[in-house]
């Protein structure tokens, strides 16, 4: 008897889920963030789910590599990985909004191969009745600790309903902002999205959260807002307060400039975000802490890859988040509790989001962490209903791609994408 698995067919559903008005170096998120959900059906009627982003040029790059991917066998990633570069032929994407990284045409394979893989790691594990975490060489810890993720923000969008939130501009928003998400979900950790206003008004947010929460990590993360003084700068007033200073700078040269003088270590997701970036930050101790994400370092295995790189260079490992629903959640968990050298609280937007496709009860925060799934494959289920209202969402909603800068212009005309800032 074979023990293939082999695929027959995709299913790619782009969903629309409402986004509060956070605000970031680039402008501001819009009323709805875009994502799609891969099915991947196979000739055993096991089905594998993946989550990634939802931009257009991306969509039709996954059509490409999911065309290329019917007829091979679910165990075979490296095979799948060669077929989706082949299927892309050098295409090279963008990010749409410039906040993680440079985009070449190896990275690009790295993104639209990510969900592929996601999803036959679900099939795999569910074939074998093992969760996903085994299959990455086992969870190593049974909860997941994630940050508190916290932005600037508006009350509402424009000509929009308030969200639960409310408004967080200034120092007290901040507190009163990270109190309710820990009160919440119990995060030991807190990221405060800089980069939004002056960097003296964000050292007196995170001086603020410090007085608030004396016992809990905090990140500034400014995404490259900053020119190298002003780094310097911030990064000495905020000396033995922050855990680390995320991207304040744009570039490996002017990351390693900073990092030769700041007190604290420095992290990314900008300056190092694919693998061929690796050997010249090493080179130039640009940062002390990369942080991974499945979605762009091209799935689960190569993500421990990274790991393995990062733990030979003594380099510190954290993950990075950008708004996402819980296949994502599921992913990054399993993902998390099978590396051992993940030492930090993981990035993620969830407390941001209202709406979710998979069914409930599967990912639960408990004082700030996820309980590892134990079930089989990724351990969640789609919920049929949600996925087809966030679907029918996204084709109402007229959204087609991230654009926090566009959208922040159409609001205030005179506002100007500018990095570094200050
Ligand atoms: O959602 C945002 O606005 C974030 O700024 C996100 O897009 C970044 O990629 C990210 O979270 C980061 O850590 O840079
Ligand atoms: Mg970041």
């Not at 594998?48 to 490409?64: F, I, K, N, P, V």
């Not at 963008?94 to 906040?99: A, I, M, P, Q, Y």
């Not at 800068?405 to 100007?416: A, F, K, L, Q």
Request: proline residues 6%; charged residues 25%; contains cysteine.
């Amino acid at each position: 008897m074979s023990d293939a698995i082999r695929i027959t067919d995709v299913t790619l559903t782009p969903v629309a889920f409402r986004d509060p008005a956070l605000l970031n170096a680039v402008g501001v998120h819009e009323p709805y963030a875009l994502r799609a959900v891969l099915e991947v059906h196979t000739d055993q009627g096991i089905t594998g789910l993946g989550e990634t982003y939802a931009d257009q040029g991306h969509l039709r790059r996954l059509r490409q590599a999911a065309d290329a991917l019917v007829g091979l066998d679910v165990h075979r990633l490296g095979r799948m990985y060669a077929a989706v570069a082949a299927a892309l032929g050098g295409d090279t994407g963008s990010d749409g909004h410039g906040l993680t990284g440079m985009i070449t045409s190896s990275s690009t394979v790295d993104r639209v191969f990510s969900p592929f893989e996601v999803a036959c790691l679900d099939i795999q594990g569910k074939a074998a009745g093992r969760p996903v975490s085994d299959l990455l060489g086992g969870a190593v810890r049974d909860q997941v600790p994630f940050s508190a993720y916290l932005f600037y923000k508006w009350a509402a969008h424009p000509g929009g309903e308030p969200d639960s939130w409310g408004e967080a501009l200034d120092p007290d928003g901040i507190v009163a902002q990270a109190r309710r998400m820990i009160d919440d979900y119990g995060f030991t950790a807190i990221k405060l999205k800089g980069g939004v206003f002056r960097p003296e008004e964000e050292i007196e947010a995170v001086r603020a959260l410090r007085e608030a929460f004396p016992d809990r990590p905090l990140r500034l993360d400014p995404n490259a807002a900053w020119t190298v003084d002003t780094s310097l700068m911030v990064a000495r007033e905020l000396d033995g307060v922050l855990e680390y200073l995320e991207d304040p700078t744009p570039g490996q040269e002017g990351m390693a400039r900073v990092a030769r003088e700041a007190p604290m270590p420095l992290a990314t997701n900008m300056c190092v975000v694919a693998f061929d970036e690796l050997k010249p930050a090493v080179a130039l101790d640009a940062v002390q802490v990369v942080l991974s994400d499945h979605h762009y370092w091209g799935g689960l295995q190569r993500s421990k890859v990274l790991a393995g790189i990062c733990d030979t260079f003594d380099l510190g490992l954290s993950m990075h988040s950008n708004s996402h629903l819980g296949i994502s959640l599921a992913a990054m968990t399993h993902l998390a509790a099978a590396t051992p050298n993940l030492t930090y609280a993981c990035d993620t937007h969830w407390p941001w989001k209202t709406e979710e496709v998979v069914a409930p009860g599967a990912l639960e925060f408990r004082d700030g962490s996820v309980a590892v799934p134990t079930g089989p494959g990724l351990g969640v289920e789609l919920d049929r209903d949600a996925l087809a209202r966030l679907h029918e969402q996204y084709v109402s909603c007229g959204l087609r791609d991230r654009d926090d800068t566009g959208y922040m212009r159409r609001i205030d005309p005179s506002y100007e994408k500018k990095v570094p800032r200050w």
